[in-house]
Each structure stands twice: as C-alpha cells, then as structure tokens.
C-alpha cells in the first residue's frame, strides 16, 4: 500500500526556496505523502487524480505557512550561567577583560565539566524546548564548554539525546578549539595538536560529529591555528565552520574559503575581499545580532557588502550563557532586522533555506519544495512580514515534522 497522502489547504504557504520566495506566499496548498512535500502550489491547479489520493484534508483557515525555522548556530548545552558576568559588564568591565580573568567562557567549562550527562541535559532542556515552542525544527549544538575528550564527548551525546527525543533535527558542531584549557596554558599550539589529532578523529568514531568549528579571533585561536584544525576535519571528511571577525579580524576568513567552509559565523569585522572569497567559496554568512545586542558592540556587519557580494545570508540565535543568553530565535530575526537592516525576507530566509544549506541540511529542509521533508509551522499571522516584527510574542500555532502533528494544533 502506498503511504497515506494529505492535503493541507487554505493557507498562506511561503516556500523561503529563496530570498524572495520568503516575502509572499506564493502557493496555498500542500500535499504531502510519507513525510515528503509532495506537491506545492495554488489548490486551483491541483490535478484531480491527486486531491482524490488524499485521504486527509486540513484547512489551514488561511494562516501563514512557513518551512521549519532552523537555528543554525547555539551553544545550548551547557552548565550554570553567567549572569554575574552580565552584571558586571553593566558596571563596565569588558568580555575580554573577563575572559582574561580567568572568567568567560572557562567559567562556564568549570561548570559544565562538574555536571554529569543528566544534569547537562536537564540544564539544556528548557532552551531547547523554548526553541522548539517558536517553531524550529533544525538546530545546530556546538560542544565547546568541556575541552578535554570525554567532557566534550558529554556534551555532543547531550545534544544527540536531545534530538533523538523530541524528533528534531539536531547537527552537532565539534567546537574543542573554543577556548585554551588550563591544563594547557601556554601551549595553544599543542591544545590544537591533541584536539585535531587525538579527539577528534576518537570522537568521529563515536559519530558524535557532523562538523567542525573554531573561535577564530582576538584573545582566542589564530588562522594558523585553524588550518591544523581544518586539515584534521578534511581528512575526516567533515565539513568546517568558523567563528570568526567577532572583535577583530585575523584573518581566519581566508583559511574558511580555502576550505570551502559552510558558514562563517558573527564577521562584524569582514573585509571587502573577504566577502568575495566567501561568494567564492559558497560559504553561508552567519549573523548572531543578540551576541552583537548584548555586548553592546558599536559596529554592525557590514550587510550590504554582504548582499553586493552574493554571500547568503543566515540568522541564528547564538545561544550562550556568555555574550548570547536567548532562546528565542524570533528574537534573533528581529534584532537581524533592527540592528544589522536585514529586511524581513532576509531574515526570514536566514532562518530556513540558508540555515539549511549552513547545516548541509538543504534542500531537504528549510524550504517548502517537492522532494523536501515536510516539515513546516503555521502562525496565527497574516503575513511573513510579521514574524521579526513582533518581540516577546510567539505566535506559532502548530508544528508539523514529517508530514504530521508534531506540536501545537490546527
Ligand atoms: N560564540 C562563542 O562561542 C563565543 N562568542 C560567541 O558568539 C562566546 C561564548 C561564551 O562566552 O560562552
Ligand atoms: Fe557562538
């Protein structure tokens, strides 16, 4: 017997298959069949042959359809918090004056090495769900708080716990080059050594890794430092990505677009070549405007160098105890808009189609397209538009993974 089909119809459906596939609804129906979109388009040209192979109908009552939002870069998984460094940040102490400190993200590694793996979970789990109550349906979860083999291992099965039992998608980022341990103090060069050649190919074999990243910046790896990283990651076969031009550029992005990377993420600081080498290379740009909004930073990246360039443009929340406490990635889009001029289409598709390809999850997610999985989320909105214009109101309705009810109702 052939799977079960359904029509979901009377809606507003915008497929995000591009930039401006993500300003109007360009379709008011779907069909889909064993979890696949198999048809999109206006219900006025639905063959009749396939209406009547539907054997369930909803109507959508003419609400807003749009892919699975997809947040394609958080640090979810950690132990206890930073607020006390926020504080003091408020009094006007700087983040790299905290990290050299001894504080940063290495109080956040003090803690998340003493939880064990339930108690990271437990931790994890209301970001999380927060993410999921908007209507993700992808997200990426760096490890990067443990940065010795087992507590990194710790957190990347946390993150596979995670996704495995809410049914969403979760694509781990192997991020051991975040941060110099103390146990090698002085010896960054050796840290990267052991972590691309020791734990990395260790934890390949455990399949806890889909990609590799590093924090490629001031006060933290150097671009020499993430080619060793990347030649490890090549001869695994894994894809890169970089956090990089966050506070200064050192030239990391040349190393990313030599390596193809899929993303480069923040690049508040990006240089025109630059931007042409990540055209190049088909890297996505990632931008976290609520790290930029919490740490106050006084210039955005440059988005219309960004856009003249060619280079896709996504928008993730960034999740971190540290320079990014949000789990709202509608937050995210909004601040995209407020902050760094992305227009409400951008956003929109920086939080589907190219968060999908940063994930190497496109096509089959983050667009709604035949062949893609059917995974999508109606809002009780008008328009596309609305979704990065309203703050602190989440009005995802329901959630649909794989062609059925995931969450909420219709
Ligand atoms: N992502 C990161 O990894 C660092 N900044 C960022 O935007 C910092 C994370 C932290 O402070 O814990
Ligand atoms: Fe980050």
């Known amino acids: 017997m052939p799977p079960p089909a359904a029509l979901w119809r009377n809606a507003k459906v915008v497929t995000c ?4 596939d993500a300003a109007t609804a360009g379709a008011d129906a779907i069909v889909t069949v064993g979890g696949r979109i198999e048809w999109v388009g206006m219900e006025s040209a639905l063959a009749d042959e396939r209406r009547a192979s ?29 607020a006390a460094e926020f504080a003091e940040r408020q009094r006007g102490v700087s983040y790299e004056e905290i990290a050299r400190r001894g504080g940063g993200i290495l109080s956040t590694v003090r803690a998340t090495r003493a939880a064990d793996e339930q108690e990271l979970y ?58 110099l ?13 052991v972590l691309s050649r020791e734990w990395l190919p260790e934890l390949v074999r455990r399949e806890l890794v889909d990609a590799v990243d590093i924090y490629c910046d001031r006060g933290a790896f150097s671009a020499t430092q993430s080619r060793a990283l990347f030649e490890a990651a090549r001869e695994q076969g894994l894809p890169v990505r970089m956090h990089v031009g966050q506070f200064a550029d050192v030239g990391g992005v040349q190393v990313a677009a030599e390596f193809a990377a899929v993303s480069c993420d923040h690049l508040e600081e990006l240089a025109e070549a630059d931007a042409q ?27 219309d160098l ?23 990635l ?31 999850l496109a096509p089959a997610h983050g667009s709604i397209a035949c062949g893609a999985n059917a995974d999508f989320v109606v809002w009780d909105l008008a328009g596309a538009h609305e979704l990065g214009y309203w703050t602190g109101l989440n ?8 062609g059925a009810l995931a969450r909420g109702a219709l």
């Open 181 to 193: 341990p103390p146990e090698f103090a002085g010896r960054a060069d050796d840290y990267v050594r």
């Open 54 to 82: 539907c054997s369930a109908v909803h109507n959508l009552g003419g609400r807003l359809v749009t892919p699975g939002l997809i947040d394609c870069h958080t640090h979810l998984v950690f132990a206890g918090d930073r």
């Open 122 to 179: 437990e931790a994890a789990l209301p970001r999380f769900e927060s993410l999921l109550r908007e209507g993700v349906l992808a997200l990426e979860i760096k490890s990067g708080y443990g940065l010795t083999l087992e507590d990194e291992a710790r957190m990347l099965r946390v993150a596979r716990t995670l996704g495995a039992r809410h049914d969403v998608v979760v694509r781990t980022s192997y991020l051991a080059a975040h941060a």
């Open 330 to 360: 509608l937050l995210a889009m909004n601040m995209a808009c407020r902050l760094f001029g992305l227009h409400a289409e951008e956003a929109l598709a920086g939080a589907t189609r190219y968060a999908a390809q940063a994930l190497g």
């Open 277 to 303: 080498r990540l055209a190049a290379a088909g890297t996505v740009a990632v931008l976290l405007p609520v790290a930029y909004y919490t740490l106050g930073q006084a210039r955005p990246p440059p988005v």
């Open 306 to 328: 960004l856009r003249r360039a060619g280079v896709p443009i996504a928008v993730a929340t960034d999740c971190n105890p540290g320079t990014s406490p949000c789990a709202s």
């Open 17 to 20: 298959a591009s930039v401006a």
């Open 395 to 402: 009005r995802c309705r329901a959630a649909i993974r794989r």
